[in-house]
């Protein structure tokens, strides 16, 4: 199976501040890497695929970059509604693999 | 508007069975590739299966194969899991989730671009 490694588990941060978080594929997924927002309580939401592709009516300030075994997916100025757990996760194959998780507060 | 409703949660005893129900709209449901992910209090997500569009072919994670089965009715836009042998680590909210395929050439890779918002299981004695 492909292990999917996030980076950091967790981060405060505050309203406005930029941030990156980090996902490495334990061997090459191509660009086959998708990011998902989780809310207690909500469905998840699909931000990004493909590695790089915004997910219609996900806001511009979300990005992600990267191929082969790194990944980023960056928030340029956090937004209140952007607090939540995100989670990486690989489809070059089965069994389809997330990591583990970036949980992020408010500061 | 697209719309993946879950049904089918409830408290089970370990050893029993349950089957979820996902209830499809707003879509061509044969057009789409469907799965089941779960989420464990506490844990993170966890893929468990995908099925076909005309549900001919079916994979799973090894933590459920032979003791879940996932199935659709593309007629009623409806998709299922059989949860069978169930297991105290089970106890999850399990999602419904349409599969997004963004490179056709490439076979099943994708993107989980829907998700319903959940029903709950909890095996317990």
């Known amino acids: 199976d492909i292990q999917m490694t996030q980076s950091p588990s967790s981060l405060s941060a505050s309203v406005g501040d930029g941030l990156t978080i980090t996902c490495r594929a334990s061997e090459n997924i191509n660009i086959y890497l998708n990011w998902y927002q989780v809310k207690p309580g909500k469905a998840p939401k699909l931000l990004i695929y493909g590695a790089s592709t915004l997910q219609s009516g996900v806001p511009s300030r979300f990005s992600g970059s990267g191929s082969a075994r790194d990944f980023t997916l960056t928030i340029s100025s956090l937004q209140p509604d952007d607090f939540a757990t995100y989670y990486c996760q690989q489809s070059y194959n089965t069994p389809y693999t997330f990591g583990q998780g970036t949980n992020l507060e408010i500061k | 508007e697209v719309q993946v409703v879950e049904s089918g949660g409830g408290l089970v005893q370990p050893g029993g069975s349950l089957r979820l129900s996902c209830a499809a709209s707003g879509f061509t449901f044969s057009n789409y590739i469907m799965s089941w992910v779960r989420q464990a209090p506490g844990k993170g997500l966890e893929w468990l299966s995908y099925?076909?569009?005309?549900?001919?072919?079916?994979y799973y994670a090894e933590s459920v194969k032979g003791r879940f089965i996932i199935s659709r009715d593309n007629a009623e836009s409806s998709l299922s899991l059989q949860l069978d042998n169930l297991r105290d680590d089970d106890t999850a909210v399990y999602y419904c989730v349409r599969v997004f395929i963004y490179n056709p050439a490439s076979g099943v890779k994708g993107a989980f671009d829907f998700w319903g918002q959940g029903t709950t299981v909890i095996v317990s004695s």
């Open positions: 099925i076909s569009y005309s549900g001919s072919t079916t």
